[in-house]
């Protein structure tokens, strides 16, 4: 049982961030902020308080689950703001908040759960606007209740007009409507989210303008009170619920001006029965738009992060490392459906045939000095790929095949049949690959076989329209031959141009015309060292600036069931070994240098076997930046910014040495570091070291220990142990 010091502290912070949540923040400072914001109003504010705190005990005495959201609390207080803003706080207001804020927990549970069955939306404040609106007309037939008038913003001029009437409605959010509570409420979220407080003047002003040029000249109580539903949707819909770009930015102004049209009519139909408009164009709006684009294709332009929504900055993080290491959103991901090097015949957009609705496709052939063929090229088997085997790159099930076709002579094609020989794989996401011009007699599968990566398909031909032999590739939209092409990429794939002598490993390559593509092989014994098991834990003897300590890095598995690697200061990542890639992402928690120095050098490691080279964009906030380098990043107008890394791996001495360079370059900064990996057999990454103009740290490997379980024994071996290893 915790302390009852510690038990009060986590209560606090619980309602501070409450606070925070109503406008899509979560620093504890940020709710404090927004309190002392409310208590501009003091009856207004001790409501919201009062209510807090009975949502909070409701919420932890019936041991609801996700306390530590605040959700519960989020939608309590705003009933208690909303009721201390229409009625004096005394005993009978207080015995009123208490049962509407208990109401609020119960309706936030089940609110929540039917909208997550619903495609995952959030709840919102919906339970909020429901049991407030109860507890407003409730409160009408109540004659012991004192009506209490908010003061209304001043008439004197705060900041401007127009500034004034920003502020004021961004306070009405928190039924605080003043510029100054406001301006506190937007410092607030400024902090918290640039791209968030953009998006809330943006959104303002859109909304506020349609409001007015529909109402001519509205009332400035209704633009006060009602104004900040045009802030919440631009928030909401472009910066907390999709990825910020472009589309997204048009999406939330788009939502503004819809929220400006549903407040109006929602004005005109409230007004009937006396209750306040709320919330409730926010609701409609922000859902409706949710639910609607819950139904475009997966592989759409638009990225939503309805599973994992997040401040805009992190979101965009998320999205820009995913897009540096797994190319655009949307695009397929399929193996190579070949052994060996292969070169790219026709790529994307091919002045031959590649051409739309047929621009996504590969065509691949092999070659021996820049020649397909031996000896004279005259007979199918003079060419070096005919034959060979073609194996799926997808799994799915099949649906179509055909190996009757006879394999053009050289220089010959068939017109009347297109694709020639063929497969064609449906796969889960519902789209489907067609590989073409396969050797007649050569198709070893069947309609409704399920294949996996690696299953024997059949050889390369020259059927169909083919000129020489040569393997077509590419995904389609439903499973009539011929059908609109979808954008794909070659994935742990290693690529190389004429010119280069090693070549790059891509976990995205759509190579073009003349590059090679080399189905990349696992290195069996890199893999088992690198392994990082839940319970493992490594210790490493850390020397940076003269000073030396001992640190570790443990494994743990979370309830979703996503592996982190935990530092002893409570830094983590999210890692995955998925396609034989030791990958890092989605950094959290304290400043460790010494974490994400290690990050830094072996965040992106291919299990590959052979001397490769890479390149990885990972965040900038790995390097370890001095106080003036942060204030010149933190000025910059982009959302976040990534590095150029580059990366080799070369076998030396009994070990792997991974270098790595690291380099950022804009107007506003210019920074670079070097890191140096020595990856050894059965140890793992047994040193490292990153190295700056100003800062150097180095790392030994002392002790790799093992956390016993039911059924897993536990164990430990230190450095000194080399016979052992």
């Known amino acids: 049982m915790k302390a009852p010091t510690l038990k009060l502290y986590d209560d606090l912070v619980g309602m501070l961030r409450a606070y925070a949540s109503i406008l899509f923040a979560e620093k504890p400072w940020v709710g404090a902020l927004f309190i002392l914001a409310t208590l501009w109003f003091p009856n207004t504010g001790f409501a919201g308080i009062w209510a807090a705190l009975v949502g909070m005990t409701t919420a932890a005495l019936l041991k609801f689950r996700n306390l530590e959201s605040g959700l519960h ?22 015995l009123l908040i208490s049962f509407a804020s208990v109401l609020a927990v119960f309706v936030t549970v089940a609110v929540s759960d039917i909208t997550w069955r619903l495609n995952r939306l959030p709840a919102l404040s919906l339970p909020f606007v429901i049991v407030a609106l109860m507890a407003t007309l409730a409160a009408q037939s109540y004659g012991t209740l004192s009506r209490y008038l908010v003061p209304m913003a001043p008439h004197d001029i705060f900041v401007s007009a127009a500034v004034d009437q920003f502020f004021t409605s961004l306070g009405s959010a928190f039924f605080t409507p003043h510029p100054f509570a406001g301006l506190l409420m937007f410092i607030g979220l400024a902090w918290t989210s640039r791209y968030l407080a953009f998006l809330a003047v943006m959104g303002f002003l859109f909304g506020f303008s349609t409001y007015t040029y529909l109402s001519g000249s509205p009332h400035p109580d ?55 408009v709320m919330a409730l164009p926010f609701l409609i709006t922000t859902l409706t738009m949710l639910l609607a684009l819950t139904h475009r294709p997966a592989t759409s332009g638009l990225q939503l992060t309805l599973d994992v929504p997040a401040l805009p900055e992190i979101s965009y993080e998320r999205a820009r490392l995913a897009k540096a290491r797994q190319g655009e959103f949307g695009s397929v991901p399929v193996r190579a459906p070949f052994f060996g090097a292969w ?59 055909l190996d009757t076709l006879p394999d053009n002579p050289p220089g010959e094609v068939d017109t009347e049949n297109n694709w020639g020989n063929h497969v064609l794989i449906r796969m889960h996401n519902g789209l489907y690959l067609l590989l073409a011009h396969l050797k007649q007699g050569s198709v070893e599968t069947h309609i409704g076989a399920y294949v996996t990566v690696g299953t ?38 290693l690529q190389q141009d004429k010119q280069d002598a090693t070549p790059d490993f891509r976990l995205f390559s759509q190579p073009s015309e003349g590059q090679s593509v080399i189905a990349a092989k696992y290195d069996p014994a890199l893999r088992e060292c690198l392994n990082l098991s839940v319970g493992r834990k490594l210790t490493y003897q850390v020397e940076h600036q003269g000073e030396q300590c001992q640190r570790t890095l443990h494994v743990e598995l979370s309830l979703l069931g996503e592996l982190h690697l935990v530092s002893d200061r409570g830094a983590k990542a999210t890692f995955t070994t998925q396609d034989n890639i030791l990958a890092f992402y989605n950094r959290q928690g304290k400043a460790d240098l010494f974490f994400d120095a290690w990050l830094l050098t072996m965040g992106l490691t291919p299990l590959q076997e052979g001397n490769i080279h890479w390149h990885d964009e990972p965040p900038l906030a790995l390097l370890p930046l001095s106080i003036r380098q942060y204030l010149r990043a933190v000025l910059s107008p982009a959302l976040t910014m990534g590095m150029q890394s580059e990366y080799q791996r070369q076998w030396q001495g009994g070990a792997w040495v991974q270098r790595g360079t690291h380099q950022f370059k804009n107007m506003f900064l210019q ?24 800062v150097k740290l180095q790392a030994s490997l002392l002790e790799i220990a093992q956390q016993g379980d039911a059924g897993i024994p536990a164990w430990q071996i230190t450095a000194e142990d080399k016979k052992m290893l």
């Open 73 to 94: 609390v989020y939608n309590s207080l705003l009933v208690g703001l909303s009721l201390g803003a229409y009625y004096y706080v005394d005993v009978h207001l207080l």
């Open 671 to 694: 920074v670079a570091f070097e890191t140096k990996a020595e990856i050894q057999p059965k140890m793992g990454c047994k040193s490292f070291v990153l190295k700056g103009k100003h």
């Open 222 to 276: 209704l633009v006060a009170w009602n104004g900040f539903n045009f802030i919440l949707v631009a928030m909401a819909i472009g910066g907390l619920f999709t990825v910020p770009s472009k589309a997204s930015f048009t999406l939330a102004m788009l939502g503004s001006v819809i929220a400006a049209l549903v407040t109006a009519s929602s004005e005109t139909f409230m007004l009937v029965y006396g209750l306040p």
């Open 343 to 401: 070169q790219i015949y026709q790529g994307f957009h091919g002045k031959h045939t590649h051409q739309e609705p047929w621009q996504h496709a590969l065509d691949f052939y092999m070659t021996e000095h820049e020649q397909s063929y031996r000896s004279h090229g005259r007979t199918l088997d003079d060419y070096y790929c005919f034959g060979l085997p073609i194996v799926a790159p997808v799994e799915g099930y099949v649906v179509k095949t």
């Open 456 to 493: 024997r398909l059949a050889a390369c031909g020259s059927s169909g329209r083919s000129p020489q032999p040569h393997l077509h590739m590419h995904v389609q939209w439903g499973d009539v031959l011929g059908g609109h092409t979808h954008a794909f990429h070659l994935t742990s794939v």
